[in-house]
Each structure stands twice: as C-alpha cells, then as structure tokens.
C-alpha cells in the first residue's frame, strides 16, 4: 500500500504561482509513475502532468508553458509547480501514481483562481 498526501492548494489571484507537493509514504519513484490530475464538478478528471521513474515528463498541451513537475527522491515528494493561473486552473487537483497493475491516488487538494 502507498499513501499519497496532497499539500499546497490554496486561493491565488489571477497570475500568481502556487506549488503543490504529494508526499508518498514510502519510496516509490524508481517503480511507480507519478502525476497530477486535476477535476471540476460534473467533469473527468484530466491529466495535468506525469513523471516517469525514468524522469522523462509529460504535461497536457494548454499547460505545458506555465506547469512543472519535478520530484525529490529523498523526500519521497512530488510537486507541480504552477505559474500564471488563471480562474480556470481552479479545480481539486490530485497525486497519482501507478505501476501496472497497482494504482493509488491522494486525496486531492484544492486550488482557487479568483481575485
């Protein structure tokens, strides 16, 4: 078993940067893919970005130039740092990570854009 907490979210005005970070409870990133997700009521939760154990990443196309993930092996930490929001950015953001067939998710932290 893996548990995997959130931290970070908050409220930011229009063009602020927050960075959230998911602390696994144990050490997992040379095994498992990390990623955020992120969902809005009566939506599906959608990609928002992932790290292999290889370090390779990969971000949704609309947030690639403002969102970056990265992690710190020896906190057992993955974070999504997030520069430029804007009132659509807000939603619960979720730490995932996966090794086929196991799958573990955080409990979600969440983030407002309003000014």
């Known amino acids: 078993q893996v548990q995997l907490v959130e931290s970070g979210g908050g409220l930011v005005q229009p063009g602020g940067s927050l960075r959230l970070s998911c602390a696994a409870s144990?050490?997992?990133?040379?095994?498992?893919?990390m990623a955020w997700y992120r969902q809005t009521p009566g939506k599906r939760r959608d990609l928002v970005a992932s790290i292999t154990t290889g370090g390779n990443t990969e971000y949704a196309d609309s947030l690639k130039a403002r969102f970056t993930i990265s992690r710190d092996s020896a906190k057992n930490t993955v974070y999504l740092q997030m520069n430029s929001l804007k009132s659509e950015d807000t939603a619960v953001y979720y730490c995932?990570?996966?090794?086929?067939?196991?799958?573990?998710w955080g409990q979600g932290t969440q983030v407002t854009v309003s000014s």
């Open positions: 144990k050490s997992i990133f040379s095994t498992f893919t």
């Open positions: 995932f990570a996966r090794r086929a067939p196991d799958v573990y």
